[in-house]
């Protein structure tokens, strides 16, 4: 059974964010060893490609809650882990709504063929489904129908993904390069490389915690100086294509 099969359909965590350079992502790995796990998906992968169509109003409503710093706020997305396969109507995707809740992120995510989800997000149509993922749908459904939804752009990135060991799973580190959007010609299907949102010499780091980070972990941050920023792929670009004002992180 593939992976994408028996994945979580939902979680809670923290999210701490981190825009560093390549040089220094590459000290941190060697830093890292000793304590990690590449997540490697069935031993298939150690890096893969992840590319996402991003759903909003006209007046892009998602991305004006987050700089708003609104306490509850919400995402759609169709997302999809690239493989040498053509993405056909057929093949199974994610429709996930990502959502901030004070500090907390919480994801709800629902397995899916490509062209039920597009009837789904583009139309409101509602797909045969599994019993236990009709809550989900259903306020999918609703942020579509109640928000005018449309397609708003694609990003993609390469991402390379770390456990925290084997006894602590929950707590994963990834990193992300080679981050480009496109907001034209929005078809997952098509491989249009897309232009940078952030410089390709930089990477944004995640820790990904269900409760509290390591004590060494935050040990190794501090001792490479790292900073917390406040940064959304989605909301970046916004700003890259200067649709909204731009930000000191765009190229």
């Known amino acids: 059974m593939h992976w994408w099969l028996t994945a979580i359909r939902k979680f809670n965590r923290f999210e701490l964010k981190y825009l560093i350079s390549r040089e220094a992502m590459v000290r ?8 990690v796990l590449p997540d490697t998906y069935n031993n298939t992968v150690w890096q893969y490609t992840l590319s996402s169509l991003y759903y909003d109003t006209d007046d892009y409503r ?34 996930e709504i990502k959502q ?5 992120t919480q994801k709800r995510r ?3 063929s490509y062209k039920d989800a597009l009837a789904l997000c583009n139309e409101g149509v509602i797909p045969d489904h599994d019993s236990r993922d009709a809550p989900v749908i259903n306020e999918i459904y609703e942020m579509v129908i109640e928000n005018n939804l449309k397609p708003s752009c694609i990003t993609s990135y390469f991402r390379q993904a770390y456990f925290w060991t084997d006894y602590d799973t929950g707590l994963r580190i990834t990193f992300d390069t080679n981050i480009r959007y496109r907001s034209q010609n929005l078809n997952l299907h098509e491989k249009d490389i897309g232009d940078y949102m952030i410089s390709p010499d930089m990477v944004i780091m995640e820790v990904k915690v269900n409760e509290r980070v ?15 920023i406040r940064v959304s792929k989605y909301c970046q670009w916004l700003e890259t294509s200067a649709k909204v004002p731009r930000s000191v992180y765009t190229l």
């Open 28 to 35: 941190l790995e060697e830093d890292l060893k000793h304590y």
């Open 62 to 95: 998602f991305y004006w809650e987050k700089l708003d710093g609104l306490k509850f706020r919400r995402k759609l997305r169709i997302r999809i882990y690239e493989t040498q396969n053509t993405l056909t109507d057929d093949s199974i995707v994610y429709v």
């Open 100 to 104: 901030r809740v004070n500090r907390v």
């Open 110 to 112: 629902v397995p899916m």
């Open 214 to 228: 390591p004590y060494r972990l935050t040990e190794l941050i501090a001792d490479h100086n790292f900073r917390l």
